[in-house]
């Protein structure tokens, strides 16, 4: 009987999950651009998910998810290396 209930409420909160992600205003990402993007995300983000360290692997799976973001919103933050120019 509470096995039944586990699936039944493991069910209904994928099917929450699905109807969120499956929404039709949402874009959908091709395999090889999520590819591409992944690769072009900093390498220690990389090799970072594979850390024992929880909060390394943590900081790596934020970094992974903001690359994702930041290049299909086709936003990135400015280069703090870059040089200021005079106003």
């Known amino acids: 009987m509470l096995a039944d209930l586990t699936i039944t ?3 209904k909160h994928l099917a929450t999950k699905f109807s969120i992600c499956s929404h039709a205003g949402m874009e959908r990402i091709e395999r090889q651009e999520l590819s591409a993007i ?26 992974l998810a903001a690359a994702i973001i930041e290049k299909l919103e086709g936003s990135s933050p400015p280069d703090i290396n870059q040089l200021r120019l005079p106003l």
Do not use: I, N, Q, Y
């Not at 220690?44 to 934020?62: F, I, K, Q, S, Y």
């Open 38 to 63: 992944l690769l072009a995300a900093p390498g220690w983000a990389r090799v970072g998910l594979t850390m024992p360290d929880e909060r390394m692997r943590e900081r790596a799976a934020d970094t």
């Open 9 to 11: 409420v493991r069910r």
